[in-house]
Structures are given as C-alpha cells and as structure tokens.
C-alpha cells in the first residue's frame, strides 16, 4: 500500500513574501518599525475597525484583551466547549473563571440558548469562537451583552475575512483575537491581532505588550514584550494583500472535498 504525504494546511507562500521579508532584513530595522505599523493599519482598514495591534501570538492577544478588560480573580468567563485550550486557558492565565456552554451542532460555534444559562452575577464576558471560519451569532450575543452589561469577545483565529451581517467579524465585540499560526488561512508563522473600536482599550493593550512603556524608558504599569516583528509583519502584509483569492480558493477545495467524498 502507498503512503501519500497529505497535510491538514500548508501555508500559501510566494515571492511577494520573500521580497518583502528581503526589504525588511536589507533596511536593518527588525522591530519597532513602520513595516508592523503599515500592517495594523491595513488590517483595520480590511476588519473594519478603528485599531488593530500586533501581537506576538493570538494567545497573547486573547489575554491582552482580558487584562485590558481588568477581568480577573472572582470574575467568570463564557467560553464555548468545542474550541482550542487557549479560549479557555487564557481565562485561567488571567485568575478567572472559564464557564463553558455546549454549541450548535450545525455551526460548531456557542449556543445561545445555553450562555443564558450560565451568565451569573459574576460574568464579566462571553467569548464567541468563530471556529472553522463559521461566524458565531454575534448579533444575539451583541444583545445579550449589552442587556446584562458584560464584554462580548470574538475569538476570531480561524475566521480572517468571514463575515455575518455584512461586516467582518472581529468588528462586533468590544474587542477580538486573530491568529496568524502556521496553520490559518492568513499566516506569518507566529503571530496575532487585535482587533477593537474602542480607543480607551487600544491605549491599555499597547502598553501591556510594551512592558507598560508610554514613552521610552517611562512605564506607568506592569506590561510584557508581547510585540511583533518586522519580519513577521512583512509576512503579514504579503498575505492579506492576498486573503480574499486565498479564502476563495479554500471555498472551491472545500466544496470538491464534500461532493466527492459524499458517498463514502
């Protein structure tokens, strides 16, 4: 019997990457520089959002937002049950509490019916996982939220470029994580983003994954290097210049696999 070497996902690069990433090492300029700028910048703008800050992973994003949100010891946390650990790890990372609601059979993401039941007086946010790039029902959530006064965070490090309702998800929560891991459909290796209107939030999470630096060498709180490179960015940027066609092309394979395997 022939053994075929057959990958989950492999990362869709060409010159467009390894041009930018040759500029990059040319300019002597690693980090802290305009290439990771460049990348929020053109990231928000593809989100559609007022902020999005580069991060070193989208573990860290996902505890960067829960810090920012000052969620902590004595606090609960609604987390899907059918996601990645760091949905719910995260939460743990920052002393919370995970609470976990089943999901819908037929989109794999958090069941409405069920946060309901779970939101006590100690809930301080739902996180809403977009998993497999299906958008979770934000717009309920959205509602749920703000009628009971808790944080909506959208956990969207499989869903670059879906969209519910006509906007992008990553636009509907107070804030939201991507991941740009290896394996996503918009790649830089390692790497994260987050994504949020909120310009309070934005100001806070840029100190945390700066060691609390308002200026250099003037740090107002406890922070981290939780940055990004410009290396990394310069992956980024080559990427999303090329997402949509990238996701299309995962549409039609997706839709070959199902046809054809649909008898098996």
């Not at 299906?134 to 879906?162: T, W």
Request: aromatic letters at 8%; charged letters at 25%.
């Amino acid at each position: 019997m022939v053994k075929l070497p057959i990958r989950v996902s492999s990362p869709y690069i060409t010159d467009e990457e390894v041009e930018l990433v040759r500029k990059v090492l040319l300019s002597r300029r690693l980090a802290a520089g305009p290439v990771v700028k460049e990348f929020e910048e053109r990231f928000a703008r593809f989100i559609g959002v007022k902020h999005a800050l580069a991060v070193a992973n989208g573990t860290i994003a996902l505890e960067l937002i829960l810090k920012a949100l000052s969620i902590g010891p004595g606090d609960e946390v609604i987390v899907p049950d059918f996601t990645f650990i760091a949905t719910a790890s995260t939460v743990l990372m920052v002393g919370a509490k995970p609470v976990f609601a089943d999901i819908e059979l037929d989109t794999y993401t958090i069941d409405i019916n069920d946060v309901q039941n779970k939101i006590t007086n100690r809930t301080k946010a739902i996180v809403a996982v977009h998993l497999y790039g299906h958008p979770a029902n934000v717009k309920a959530l959205k509602e749920i939220c703000d009628d009971k006064g808790i944080h909506l965070i959208e956990d969207s490090a499989q869903a670059h470029g879906a969209k519910a309702f006509g906007k992008c998800v990553g636009s509907f929560g107070i804030a939201s994580a991507f991941s740009f891991y290896a394996t996503k459909n918009l790649t830089t290796g390692e790497g994260g983003m987050i994504t949020t209107d909120d310009d309070n939030l934005a100001n806070i999470i840029k100190l945390l994954r700066n060691h609390g630096q308002e200026r250099r060498y003037y740090h107002v709180m406890l922070g981290s290097n939780y940055r990004m490179s410009e290396i990394h960015a310069a992956i980024g940027l080559a990427q999303l210049r090329k997402l949509e066609f990238m996701n299309r092309r995962r549409e039609e394979l997706a839709k070959a696999y199902t046809e054809r395997l649909s008898n098996v």
